[in-house]
């Protein structure tokens, strides 16, 4: 075998230019692979990782019922047994977020709007997502306050500022009569309009009494200490909760509809590097044809003075192999500075563009990824090619006619 290996090496430098631009080919082909798709899983972990931190959490346990009936009635009660289970993988738990969530009337003495409640853990809370960061006016909220923080788009609606008196009407508990008037402590700046221009924020003890409803939760946020063992701490945690009253989520079903746009959206570039695949392929084939043609009497006198078929279909199927796997190395060679120097240094956008990403809450960059997914796919998808295309060499030889060729 080992001889069949440099024998393919060697035949395949006869002919360098060919061989050379082959390579180039598959070199190019790969790296513009590389680069597209690290571009754009960069982009989807990004906006995963605003969402996550801002809104859902990696993990939630719910109310078996509250996914499919958002009701205050729906809720979680935070007790000593779910505790308990969460002390089971303390190991794997960061920490955990407690949130009271649900919709209000949210009234001034001029104009009333629909708004989302959401009570939190201050000081838990700015561990998830830095909230405390993005006040725009007055002051973070504390435990067990009874002011309110009130986000900047719902501010501007209502005209409203620090220090001013809201009244919050709502359904608490069990039909019972949610209502109060709240001072504004501060102005948090969301950037996501669809949040900036409906949120209220108050502390949890404030929120369940509001909605009546001591201990009670309407999701507890579960961040794990690795983000790769989501699923591993979802399992853990889904065999050790009462299946009659609780339930764990992930992020990926909690985001599902953002995760389906996305893979709309990879529509785009799968569409380009099926492009590239194809050019790669035509590449190969363009030249294992050539070869096959240019040297069949070449074949036919080294099957003639002994060279068994098989063996001489492996040193065409190693050659094959050898211009692809050179092209892949290469391309993967050069793709890996190209993308680390991206992901530290990610593309900064200017102008309308960065506005408008800004205010969806988002950093206006082009950020890569590095994930080693990205050029291994690529790697294994160019391989796949390679093996099929070496093919046809195998089988025009083991079907060679010796004595048309010597003709």
Known sequence: MKILFALA???????????????????????LAIVFISFEQGSYERMIDSMVKLNTGYIQIQDILF??????????????????VISKFIDQVDFVVPRIQNFALVATDKQTRGSMIIGIDPGKEVKLNNLADKMAD???????????????????????????????????????????????????????????????????????????????????IVMPKDPKNTRRLAAGLSKNIDHEWQKVLTWEQ????????????????????????????FGLFGTVLTMMIERQRE??????????RHQLATI??????????????????????????????????????????????FEPIMPFSTDPWVFVSQAKIVLIISLVIGLYPIYKILKLNIMEVRQ
Request: charged share 15%.
């Open 254 to 281: 909690l985001l599902a509809d953002l995760l389906q746009l996305m893979k709309f959206d990879q529509a785009g570039t799968k569409m380009m590097t099926f492009i590239l695949y194809i050019v790669i392929a």
């Open 138 to 220: 007055g002051n973070f909220l504390q435990p067990a306050d009874e002011e309110i923080l009130l986000a900047k788009g719902l501010a501007e609606i209502l005209a409203i500022k620090t220090g001013d008196t809201l009244i919050l009407l709502s359904q608490g508990f069990q039909g019972a009569t949610a209502a109060g008037k709240f001072v504004v402590k501060g102005i948090v700046d969301l950037k996501i309009p669809e949040l900036n221009n409906n949120t209220v924020y108050m502390s949890l003890e404030a929120a369940q009494w509001f909605y009546v409803a001591e201990n009670r939760l309407t999701s507890l």
């Open 67 to 84: 996914e499919e009936e958002p009701s205050i009635d729906n809720t979680l009660l935070y007790d000593d047994q779910l505790e308990g």
């Open 9 to 31: 090496w060697r035949n395949l430098w006869r002919n360098r230019k060919r061989t050379l631009i082959t390579i180039s080919s598959v070199l190019f082909a790969v790296l």
């Open 299 to 308: 074949f036919g006198m080294l099957i003639s003075i002994g060279l068994k």
């Open 316 to 361: 065409c199927f190693l050659e094959t192999l050898m211009i692809s796997f050179t092209g892949v190395l290469a391309g993967m060679i050069i793709a890996i500075p190209v993308v680390v120097w991206f992901y530290i240094h990610p593309i900064q956008l200017t102008g309308d563009m960065a506005r408008t990403i800004l205010e969806y809450g």
